[in-house]
């Protein structure tokens, strides 16, 4: 499936919200969260952006955005920016995402505190992915 | 080309990056040490947002726009953009009928 498509987002969301620890993992988080690929003038040259919307400890909303302008009339509580090499690293294990925040290489809007504190429960994204194959636009055009 | 040579500010920024991300590794190893280095995370964004209160004050008394009414001007962008986007998908619709 390919990255950052509706389809793929959809899968990552079903199998993010099957985990039995989620509820714990969002207890206490900002309502809703966008993640934005930046411009790259190649394979994403309007940038790519999806949001989701937490409530009673799973995800119940979420869609990809026809335009990365929308985060800014969306205002999520958390907005996470980075460039296709990098979130195609953080969603491979290959950077840790709390690293990439504090190093400023990943862009973080909103209360990173929370999201440190919650460090610990990546491995719930990183089951997910495992089981959504996921094709990087960076592979499919060579 | 060749590549740009790096001033002493840029190295000495670049190895403080490195030096802080191996000592975030150590740390965030220990879940005490998580929740340490998150705690000072909440502290430098505190008074980063503490900063910028007082740097927008600073900026409407002068008469000057603040961050925030930036924010407001690409947000109301945004809308305009997005129902813009939504009208010319309908008169697509009607055009099709």
Known sequence: MRFASQAWLDAVVREVNAHADLGRALAGLGADLAAVVERDGRHFPHGAAAWGRQAGGRIVEW??????????????????????????????GRADPVQAALSGRVKVKGDLEGLVRRAGYRYIVDEALRKVPTEFPDEVSR | ????????????????????????????????????????????????????????????????????DYDEVAKSMARLKRKLRDLAKQVDAERKR
């Open chain 1, 63 to 92: 869609r990809v955005l026809p335009d990365e302008d929308d985060v800014l009339e969306l205002e999520p509580a958390y907005v996470v920016r980075a460039p296709l090499p990098l979130w195609k690293d953080l969603l491979t």
């Open chain 2, 1 to 68: 080309m060749s590549e740009k040579r790096k001033g002493i500010p840029e190295v000495l920024m670049e190895q403080g990056v490195a030096a802080a991300a191996r000592a975030a590794r150590v740390v965030l190893e220990d879940p005490r040490g998580q929740e340490v280095l998150a705690a000072a995370v909440g502290a430098a964004q505190k008074g980063k947002r503490q900063l910028e209160e007082v740097q927008g004050m600073v900026m409407r008394a002068a008469g000057l726009p603040t961050k925030g």
